[in-house]
């Protein structure tokens, strides 16, 4: 069974950084260079609907930001580890919301919508990272 478990919420001040972590167990990465895992982060504030924040194939060549955080966070994936890194810098009270993790099989990056969580079947826990002013 596929397990996900993030790391390195918490609260911060507005302006501060946070890095979260997503270790990966459980599986295998496909041989297929055609055929490879994406991982995803997710976020979710009360009263609102889940969201991608961004989004990277494990091999590293392709990620997605959403537009509110494109110039603040970075996605990163560490292949020994199993680990995909989600570093927020100038953090603002708005990105206080509930983070998650998610990887997808079989993802082509890049292709269409390929970031939206329709596709994403394995969940983490969830980290919350609560920023205050």
């Known amino acids: 069974q596929v397990q996900l478990v993030e790391s390195g919420g918490g609260s911060v001040q507005a302006g501060g950084s946070l890095r979260l972590a997503c270790t990966a167990s459980?599986?295998?990465?496909?041989?297929?260079?055609?055929?490879?895992?994406?991982v995803a982060w997710f976020r979710q504030a009360p009263g609102k609907k889940r969201e991608t924040v961004a989004a990277?194939?494990?091999?590293?060549?392709?990620?997605y930001y959403a537009d509110s955080v494109e110039d603040r966070f970075a996605i990163s994936h560490d292949n020994i580890k199993a680990t995909t890194y989600l570093q927020m810098r100038d953090l603002k009270t708005e990105d206080t919301a509930m983070y998650y993790c998610?990887?997808?099989?079989?993802?082509?990056?890049?292709?269409?919508?390929?970031?939206?969580?329709?596709?994403?079947?394995?969940w983490g826990q969830g980290t919350q990272v609560t920023v205050s002013s």
């Open positions: 998610a990887l997808r099989r079989l993802c082509l990056a890049g292709v269409g919508t390929w970031y939206s969580e329709q596709m994403y079947v394995y």
């Open positions: 459980g599986y295998t990465e496909t041989s297929n260079s055609n055929s490879r895992s994406c």
């Open positions: 990277i194939s494990t091999g590293g060549g392709v990620t």
